[in-house]
């Protein structure tokens, strides 16, 4: 059975720190792996790696992917408030059917303080 | 562009009722999902739908169901709820397998 495994589970930082979450995946058929923010409601989308994109940056935010370890890491320098936040990593398997699942880890709970 | 829209927002029901949930995805978004996210379990995939047929449906009972409409509306529907049915019912939709999943802001059902 696939799993993802974030830690910390949940983190708390002083604003301008930086900060590194990190996901473990024990997966087959690995296709992509995805980086999502929750704050209150609706996931937003962060990141997506794939084996032909292990690096992605965004602002203050980066992840890498590292197939060989199965893990990936998400940074956040400079932290803010507003990057406080329950912060998910999914697997994204190929399947024969070609469905689109997506397996989450539990999350990180950030917590930036002023 | 319009996201991914769902309603209701939020629902109280009594146990054994039913109940219907909507989801529009984002225009030109072929393949639906929905998710249940509780704080015990996470984020769970129900079921997936891509030009009105099932191709993939998680581990949960026959109670939930869902469809999808020719213009890619989805509903999701659970039958005789319990209690254990409370929880955040997120839905998503996306362009395509090598792209990423949109979510809506979800619907959070209450089983009194």
């Known amino acids: 059975e696939d799993k993802v495994v974030q830690s910390p589970l949940s983190l708390v930082v002083h604003e301008g720190d930086t900060v590194t979450l990190n996901c473990s995946y024990e997966?087959?058929?690995?296709?992509?792996l995805l980086w999502y923010k929750q704050e209150k409601k609706a996931p937003t989308f962060l990141f997506m790696l794939?084996?032909?994109?292990i690096e992605k940056k965004s602002g203050r935010l980066s992840s890498i992917l590292d197939k060989k370890e199965l893990s990936s890491i998400l940074n956040i320098t400079a932290t803010q408030t507003g990057d406080s936040a329950i912060y998910l990593c999914?697997?994204?398997?190929?399947?024969?059917?070609?469905?689109?699942?997506?397996?989450f880890g539990k999350g990180t709970k950030l917590s930036v303080i002023p | 562009k319009a996201g991914v829209t769902q309603t209701p927002r939020y629902l109280i029901k009594t146990r054994g009722q039913q109940v219907t949930l909507s989801c529009s995805p984002i225009?030109?978004?072929?393949?639906v999902s929905w998710y249940q996210q509780t704080p015990g379990q996470g984020l769970q995939f129900l079921f997936e739908?891509?030009?009105?047929?099932?191709?993939n449906k998680g581990n949960f009972p026959g109670r939930f169901s869902g469809r999808q409409f020719s213009n890619s509306r989805s509903e999701m529907n659970v039958s005789t709820l319990e209690l254990g049915d409370s929880a955040l019912y997120l839905c998503?939709?996306?362009?395509?397998?090598?792209?990423?999943?949109?979510f809506g802001n979800g619907t959070r059902l209450t089983v009194t």
């Open positions: 997966v087959t058929n690995f296709r992509s």
């Open positions: 225009s030109g978004h072929r393949s």
């Open positions: 999914a697997f994204h398997p190929y399947s024969g059917a070609g469905s689109y699942q997506l397996t």
């Open positions: 998503a939709s996306s362009f395509g397998q090598n792209s990423p999943l949109h």
């Open positions: 739908y891509f030009s009105e047929t099932q191709r």
């Open positions: 794939t084996s032909s994109g």
